[in-house]
């Protein structure tokens, strides 16, 4: 393992939600780094009390914010170029940037010409359903970055076909600070349930096997982003209509939603192409039995049946749920094996920040 201590990284993003950039900052830091945080949240939003999301201050940010153009975006550059200067970095990574253009990037490159430049996101910018104005200027500075770290294999020939030369799985983690087992007596009343699912909409089967399951009589929750457009198209008798208004599960409420059900859903993204997702480590984190989509990707982190319990359809989906249900043992032995999982493997942050470091730094350390 390369010497970490004192290595200084400069980590951009939004920093809009703490368990992304602010989460591997903080693991960082325990690895022995020196992390400065660069964000632009408060350039384009503001939180309000009783939102769960943040707000553009006004339409003009807005439309900035969109567009990846115009004059808060370029004091945002400005700003970056100047960070840099000061800060000297040996590393400086990108994590979900698309604010930043091209010929930025590359007067990063002249003016710190011995740091690591590093590229990531878990969203898919190459998918066909991604938005081309959204990630034009990620896309475009691909030829830039030293390193380009992707959330899936899939991405790894995107990259490959743009000229990235080095090119990282890095799988998303749990956070061992918030994504804990917690006591099912101290989850309020509304979280608890049979099944829960904590995820965004998408319309790709998922609403059906939920009905399914209300339909089967389990006790359902379910909270996310999106669901607004999902009840617009719900039948008058679907048994979903009794639980909207759905909303993001934040904070202690996201644990306290997957702890107060006995089963914790994994649906995946179809329009990202996801053969995994966090949850898939933080659910088994929080001790709690998962059931999630199968694929061959997850087959390779869980053992079927044994780590966790995998569908392929609503069938399956709804026979393997009433078996963990009705089976408090079996349920719980599921449970505890994921748990010890993914601590053996290393799907926390801190462990994950650690081989992330030894692979940037042994591949690109230049000599003194």
């Not at 080095?166 to 509304?190: G, H, Q």
């Given at each position: ?103 930025k990037v590359k007067e990063l490159r002249?003016l710190c010409p011995d740091a690591i ?252």
């Amino acid at each position: 393992m390369p010497n970490t201590a004192g290595k200084r990284i400069l980590l951009v993003g939004d920093y809009m939600w703490p368990w992304y950039q602010d989460a591997c900052a903080d693991a960082l830091e325990f690895n022995g780094c020196v992390v400065r945080r660069f964000g632009w949240l408060d350039d384009f939003h503001k939180f309000v009390d009783g939102q769960s999301e943040p707000l553009y201050h006004s339409l003009w940010h807005r439309i900035q914010y969109r567009l990846r153009f115009g004059p808060v975006p370029s004091r945002v550059s400005s700003r970056l170029i100047k960070t840099a200067h000061q800060f000297n970095p040996d590393i400086v990574w990108f994590y979900n940037v698309s604010l930043i253009s091209a010929s930025k990037v590359k007067e990063l490159r002249i003016l710190c010409p011995d740091a690591i430049l590093v590229q990531y996101s878990n969203d898919n910018p190459f998918s066909k359903t991604a938005k081309i104005g959204l990630w034009r200027k990620y896309i475009a500075s691909i030829p830039y970055f030293d390193v380009h770290c992707v959330f899936r294999n899939s991405n790894i020939s995107d990259y490959t076909k743009l000229g990235a030369q080095s090119i990282y799985l890095l799988r998303s983690y749990f956070i061992p600070e918030t994504d804990y087992p917690e006591s099912r007596s101290l989850v309020p009343e509304k979280f608890r349930c049979d099944v829960v699912f904590a995820g965004h909409y998408e319309d790709d089967g998922r609403v059906e096997m939920l009905e399914a399951i209300c339909k089967a009589g389990f006790k359902l929750n379910i909270f996310g982003g999106g669901w607004a457009v999902a009840r617009k198209n719900l039948g008058s008798d679907s048994p979903l209509r009794d639980l909207f208004p759905i909303t993001p599960a934040t904070g202690a409420d996201y644990r306290y939603a997957i702890c107060g059900a006995k089963v914790a859903l994994c649906f995946l993204s179809t329009l990202n192409h996801d053969t995994y997702t966090r949850r898939n480590f933080q659910i088994p984190a929080m001790k709690v039995a998962m059931l999630s989509q199968y694929t061959d990707d997850l087959v390779t982190m869980f053992v079927p049946d044994v780590e966790a319990v995998f569908f392929r359809n609503q069938e399956e989906l709804l026979t393997k749920l009433q078996t963990l249900i009705a089976d408090d043992q079996h349920r719980a032995a599921i449970a505890e094996a994921g748990y010890a999982r993914v601590y053996a493997d290393g799907h926390d942050v801190r462990a994950r920040m650690g081989e992330w470091l030894k692979y940037v730094l042994t591949t690109f350390t230049k000599p003194s």
